[in-house]
């Protein structure tokens, strides 16, 4: 059980460094976006690269977000009935939710990121919403680690919430 414990303490670690790594790409986002628009309103010289920039780092603070996002429970859920069932009762959904939702989506979307960064890296793909053409596989990655660490995330409360149905008591 300790050996599961600390498992999971890493998988929650991950989860953590991700969501405090992707949180400095809102600074980006924000800087870049900034300058853009001081640039094009102030100075009429409007940039090649803010806009790519800005959608690249809105992508990273969201899929870096996400598993930090789902470790704090933070995600968006109707629980007009959910909130008001117990605590066995609430982990009860969330497993069968998993199951037949949460890990078949993210299975399916993780293997194609993977396709799509392995093509991107296998092709040297740029981005071509702009005249800058940024390279896209370093972003296309970033989308599968970003599920990768969401499954991970997802097994970890799984096996949370199997062990409170079974045992009762919170696993740490």
């Given at each position: 059980m300790l050996m599961l414990s600390k498992l999971l303490g890493y998988i929650d670690w991950l989860s953590e460094m991700s969501g405090s790594i992707g949180k400095w790409f809102a600074v980006v986002l924000v800087l870049a976006g900034t300058f853009e628009a001081i640039a094009r309103h102030f100075f009429n010289a409007?940039?090649?690269?803010?806009?790519?920039?800005?959608?690249?780092?809105?992508?990273v603070v969201y899929m870096l977000g996400a598993s930090?996002?789902?470790?704090?429970?933070?995600?968006?859920?109707?629980?007009?009935?959910?909130s008001a069932?117990?605590?066995?009762?609430?982990?009860?959904?969330?497993?069968?939710?998993?199951?037949?939702?949460?890990?078949?989506?993210?299975?399916?979307?993780?293997?194609?990121?993977?396709?799509?960064?392995?093509?991107?890296w296998r092709i040297d793909e740029v981005?071509?919403?702009?005249?800058?053409?940024?390279?896209?596989?370093?972003?296309?990655?970033?989308?599968?680690v970003g599920l990768?660490?969401?499954?991970?995330?997802?097994v970890s409360k799984f096996i949370r919430d199997l062990y409170f149905i079974i045992k009762g008591e919170r696993l740490a």
């Open positions: 409007p940039t090649i690269w803010a806009y790519d920039s800005m959608c690249m780092a809105g992508g930090y996002n789902y470790k704090h429970n933070a995600h968006t859920r109707v629980d007009i009935f959910y069932m117990s605590p066995k009762r609430q982990a009860w959904i969330d497993l069968i939710c998993a199951l037949l939702f949460f890990f078949p989506l993210m299975v399916v979307m993780f293997k194609l990121a993977m396709d799509w960064a392995i093509r991107a981005m071509f919403n702009s005249f800058w053409y940024p390279p896209a596989a370093p972003y296309r990655t970033v989308f599968a990768l660490l969401l499954i991970l995330q997802g």
